[in-house]
């Protein structure tokens, strides 16, 4: 027999990939945040759609500058990802704090992050939802991988503190990309 699921847990069923970091830069002082509220909406060119709460530090930088980088970390990475994501950039300087590498991007301000096995430059290409849902429409610009890091695994939030990591690969006939 089913039984009824509060609509206040939908997310933890349809969270849309993994758990990311988007990093931004103002006035030479860079940012990072943890995010797990992101989609693909497009392949070429390579459309990203991220929600950033107004009322995080991230919001401020990312409206100003118009460009972030979304550092996409390893499994081994997770306890600090989730103490960055419990903290504010207006109180603490989280690259210092959680002993992160920046390393400079080609195409925008925001740093990539060499601990991660995938970082993607990216602008704000999109405006128009961010007003009402804080709902910013990413064009990659570039991306980089660390080829030292095989096989990466990655986590998902399921909500309260309660993560998955990926696991095994299987391949099946398909015509989807």
């Known amino acids: ?58 919001f401020v930088a990312l409206s100003k500058t118009k460009e972030c980088v979304i550092a996409i970390p390893p499994v081994k990475l997770a306890p600090k990802v989730v103490k960055i994501g419990n903290c504010s950039g207006r109180d603490v300087s989280k690259f210092k704090e959680f002993g992160l590498t920046s390393k400079p991007a080609q195409c925008v301000s925001a740093p990539l992050i060499a601990e991660c096995f995938a970082n993607l430059e990216c602008r704000v290409t999109d405006t128009r939802l961010i007003k009402k849902y804080c709902l910013f429409v990413l064009e990659v610009l570039k991306g980089w991988t ?23 690969t299987i391949m099946l006939d398909s015509k989807m990309r």
Request: charged letters at 20%; hydrophobic letters at 40%.
């Open 146 to 168: 660390d080829p030292k890091q095989k096989e990466p695994r990655t986590i998902h939030h399921h909500g309260y503190g309660k993560f998955v990591v990926d696991g095994r």
């Open 1 to 58: 027999m089913l039984k009824q699921l509060p609509l206040r847990n939908v997310y933890r069923l349809i969270e849309p990939g993994p758990v990311v970091l988007l990093t931004t830069a103002v006035a030479d002082r860079a940012n990072v945040m943890t995010m797990s509220w992101h989609m693909m909406l497009e392949f070429e060119p390579a459309l990203i759609a991220c929600v950033v709460s107004d009322r995080n530090y991230s």
